[in-house]
């Protein structure tokens, strides 16, 4: 079953501007992914981060985890056109063989 | 390259015809897996592979079949297609079963299916 959620579900903002999207999780976790999908594309992983882990940076891209709260947020800094997407958060469990995705988060950077 | 490969591309097809959607990997990856997107719903996972000969249902697998008789290679199947299979549809694989390993998925570009 999907448990991943993202909030909000539809952004848009400013080429420049920072895009934050949060994701909630209902149990626990081996770890979080984000995944990105430009319009009927394939998926394309971004970053992962462990249960473990607090926060990660990859590029402009910062992935926080918050296993207290079961949520994580995803922030794109100084946002570019070629951002417009929409984005994915997945968790993995134990014991459990697959990746659970959440609806998805568009996102659109305007020019 | 390494690559997730689907075809077709594109599929139009009529309610009962047998139809098969093939899917390659060439990255030696143990685990594999079918996901349908539709609006509202998010991915859905419709069966998955942690090696060959071993494959399981998802949590929409009725209508479907799979076989993984080589490793890199995961077809789906649908034996008697209906309107309610119209959707798109993408195949995945990664090194090791997302819970065993921290190993991302990597994605096909997608099956765009309409059955009339």
Known sequence: SQQGEEDPQALSIQEGENATMNCSYKTSINNLQ?????????????ILIRSNEREKHSGRLRVTLDTSKKSSSLLITASRAADTASYFCATASYGNNRLAFGKGNQVVVIP | EAQVTQNPRYLITVTGKKLTVTCSQNMNHEYMSWY????????????????VEVTDKGDVPEGYKVSR?????FPLILESPSPNQTS????????????RENSPL?????????VT
């Open chain 1, 34 to 46: 984000w995944y990105r999908q430009n319009s009927g594309r394939g998926l394309v992983h971004l």
């Open chain 2, 36 to 51: 349908r997107q539709d609006p509202g719903l998010g991915l859905r996972q419709i069966y998955y592979s942690m090696n």
């Open chain 2, 69 to 73: 008789k080589e490793k890199r290679n």
């Open chain 2, 88 to 99: 798109l549809y993408f195949c995945a694989s990664s090194r090791k079963a997302p819970d």
């Open chain 2, 106 to 114: 990597h994605f096909g570009n997608g099956t765009r299916l309409t």
